[in-house]
């Protein structure tokens, strides 16, 4: 028996069997997810029968259904980031029919058009969605005294057992005109008024819900709400990627890339927020590639192995990047990213050493540092040396990384390689707090219009290419540290008195004192 022909028997069960009828009523009732897969139809004119028994995918069970009943009974936001394509407004949609239907559900349904909200038989438009779905239930199932005439009305859908869907296009007083179990603002990157709409539906509604793909202007409310929830709630956030869908395959997502522009591909398909032009690593997903590092010195204690990149300048901050690094090379935590303002090597060494006192750890498996500036001249207490002689002279062990055009395109081949996610977990991993300078990187450093990698955000990930290729770290690391003991400074840096003043100017020092708790001894300014 095929899909549709189950589906007439219960239909016509139902009709003949009154018990059967209320029994059915009551699983659905408890589950929205029965409701869905055995009274519910979609919609794809891309098919050939276009009318279609609507079978959730696992994304849209876990992602949208159930999160969606959650935020409504525990009356929280909801922000839902989606690539084009996968089903999530029918699939929002059936769940608010659900609840309206079985739990008396009051809800606004909102985008940024009237015509986007409802149009006569057009279902593009939201409420044609919601009817297309409600008068294809039995008739047994719909509410009783339910008449088309009264309670079908332009922008409204009534339940006359209780409960009240209802439309609105954006303006600046959206949401104010009555209270509801939730309100879902459609495509809400798109909107006019949308800070206006977001904060005036707070007072009528406990759950708001933000469904979108990104928005081309970053500053729109959905982005920056996406932005700050990744970082501060993101329990209210819920990340889809194409990957969910089990019909979206590699060679789909190569058609996608040849068929739309840089930019586009980058927002609606990658997710990826971008200023202008396609962001080069298209492939860092939050989703995957954010973990959070409460205290590093576990790592170390696990057996994980300190590295430091160092992109030093003169003009402008120098940037360092420390990670952790899987002895056998396996995975990457980017734990810390820091902008240091020492206006020499004696100060910016000072700041590095300070750095390890923070995270906990005596010294790198090696300090790879640009090759350009490390074989610069600076200004030193001593004299003029270069970045390599005085750390050589110091005693670290330093590397060399070049940034001609084929190391660079070599070094961004490796991060994508290391960010990929189809074959297995992500080999790398970056606190979005500590390591908040990465992920910005990752987030911004994009092309421009003519297709060349724009400079701003570079230094992040140069520090990141340069940790990567520096390679494997030694296998007898920390054997040997604890055989050596924490290494003192050498005769040239005790001869530095007195020392400078120290100060790591970071984003916020109360997250970084709180990265390793108290009694670390280091004050940040």
């Not at 699983?27 to 897969?37: G, I, N, R, S, V």
């Not at 459609?186 to 707070?202: L, P, Q």
């Not at 297995?424 to 390591?435: K, N």
Request: glycine content about 6%; overall charge negative; aromatic content about 12%.
């Amino acid at each position: 028996m095929n899909e549709i022909s189950r589906r007439a028997e219960l239909y016509l069960l139902g009709e003949q069997d009154r018990e059967f009828a209320i029994a059915q009523m009551a699983l659905c009732a408890d589950d929205p997810t029965y409701f869905f897969e055995n009274y519910l139809w979609t919609y794809d004119p891309r098919t050939q029968d276009k009318d279609l028994p609507f079978m959730l995918y696992e994304f849209q069970k876990e992602k949208i259904v159930d999160r969606f009943v959650e935020a409504v009974n525990n009356k929280h936001d909801l922000l839902v980031e989606k690539p084009r394509d996968m089903g999530a407004s029918f699939t929002f949609l059936g769940t608010a029919l659900w609840g309206w239907r079985f739990h008396n559900w009051d809800g606004r349904i909102g985008s940024r058009k009237e015509e986007y909200v409802d149009t006569k038989e057009v279902l593009d438009a939201l409420f044609p969605k919601l009817r297309y779905m409600f008068y294809r239930l039995p008739k047994w199932m719909l509410p009783k005294g339910f008449v088309p005439r009264m309670h079908d009305t332009y922008m409204k859908l009534v339940n006359p057992e209780g409960g009240v869907l209802v439309g609105e296009a954006t303006n600046p007083n959206f949401g104010r005109g009555g209270r509801s179990n939730f309100t879902l603002f459609d495509e809400f990157a798109a909107w006019e008024c949308d800070s206006m709409a977001w904060e005036g539906a707070a007072d009528t509604t406990p759950c708001r819900i933000a469904l979108s793909t990104l928005g081309e202007d970053v500053m729109c409310k959905y982005n920056v709400l996406r932005r700050e929830w990744l970082k501060e709630r993101s329990e209210w956030v819920v990340q889809l990627h194409w990957t969910m869908h089990p019909n979206k395959t590699p060679t789909w997502y190569e058609a996608e890339k040849k068929r739309r522009g840089v930019r586009d591909f980058a927002r609606e398909i990658d997710c990826v927020e971008s200023e202008a032009g396609g962001v080069v690593f298209g492939e860092f997903k939050h989703v995957h590639h954010l973990k959070r590092v409460v205290d590093s010195r576990e790592l170390w204690r696990e057996g994980w192995i300190p590295r430091e990149a160092l992109d030093p300048h003169d003009a402008r901050p120098s940037v360092l990047t420390v990670s952790a690094i899987k002895e056998d090379f396996s995975a990457i935590q980017v734990i810390a990213s820091f902008k240091l303002d020492g206006i020499s090597l004696d100060q910016t060494a000072e700041q590095i050493d300070d750095v390890r006192k923070l995270l906990g750890y005596p010294g790198p498996d090696r300090l790879v540092i640009d090759a350009k500036y490390g074989a610069r001249k600076h200004k030193s207490v001593f004299g003029e040396y270069t970045w390599e002689s005085y750390f050589v002279a110091k005693g670290e062990p330093i590397e060399l990384s070049y940034s001609d055009a084929g190391s660079v395109e070599y070094g961004h081949k490796m991060i994508r390689d290391w960010l990929r996610t189809d074959d297995g977990p992500p080999m790398l991993l970056i606190d979005p707090v500590a390591a908040e300078f990465v992920v910005q990187a990752f987030e911004r450093y994009s092309y421009n219009e003519k297709g060349k990698v724009r400079e701003t955000y570079k230094d992040p990930i140069d520090t990141l290419r340069y940790t990567l290729t520096a390679g494997p770290p030694p296998k007898d690391f920390w054997k040997r540290r604890r055989k050596e003991g924490i290494p003192e400074w050498k005769d040239l840096m005790e001869l530095c008195k007195p020392r400078p003043t120290i100060r790591l100017p970071v984003v916020d020092a109360v997250k970084y004192e709180q990265l390793v708790g108290e009694g670390c001894g280091i004050t940040l300014h």
